[in-house]
């Protein structure tokens, strides 16, 4: 493991539910550094850019409206393994299925069948970062 940084986003649903502190705090607690943190309105744009990977599938079209649909903050973390480490405080893809202790798993919930409201984004790998955080943060 090394010293990494990875983008961490609180999705709409996470900020309208009043849970970024309570996100900040996790990943605080695992001792990670939080070294950026913004409220954005996400452009079309700019989603369509983070989302590049997606485009085309069938849930790609809901994600990025649901992502326009309000506030988002993100957050620059650094730390040992953050890439990693952060992916595992988040728990899997689907809220119903991620594990109990996880973001995801404790605090995620399913409204209707819309698994794109998962509360937060990690990156999932150090290219993926890199490409992010140039993204949201430069
Ligand atoms: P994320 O990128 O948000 O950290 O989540 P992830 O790696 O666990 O999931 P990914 O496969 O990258 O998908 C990105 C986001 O798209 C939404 N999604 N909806 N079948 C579906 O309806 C579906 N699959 C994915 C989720 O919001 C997911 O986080
Ligand atoms: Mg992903």
């Known amino acids: 493991m090394s010293v990494e940084e990875t983008l961490v986003l609180v999705k709409p649903d996470g900020v ?6 309570e996100i900040l ?9 939080l070294v950026d943190i913004k409220l954005v309105e ?4 700019l989603l369509g850019a983070h989302y590049a990977e997606h485009e085309g599938k069938p849930f790609y079209e809901p994600l990025v409206e649901f992502m326009e649909s309000g506030p988002i903050v993100a957050i620059r ?6 890439i990693e480490g952060f992916r ?3 728990g ?3 809220p119903t299925s991620a594990a109990p202790g996880t973001i995801r798993g404790d605090l995620g919930r399913d409204w209707g069948l819309k698994v ?3 509360l937060v984004h990690g990156s999932d790998s150090v290219e993926s970062a890199q490409r992010e955080l140039g993204l949201w943060f430069d």
């Not at 309208?16 to 502190?21: C, D, E, F, Q, V």
């Not at 996400?42 to 744009?45: C, D, G, N, P």
């Open 16 to 21: 309208a539910r009043n849970l970024t502190g």
């Open 25 to 33: 705090r996790r990943i605080e607690a695992k001792g990670y550094q």
């Open 42 to 45: 996400a452009s079309r744009e």
């Open 77 to 82: 973390v650094a730390g040992n393994g953050v």
């Open 88 to 90: 595992s405080l988040a």
């Open 92 to 94: 899997t893809t689907n």
């Open 116 to 118: 794109q409201q998962n």
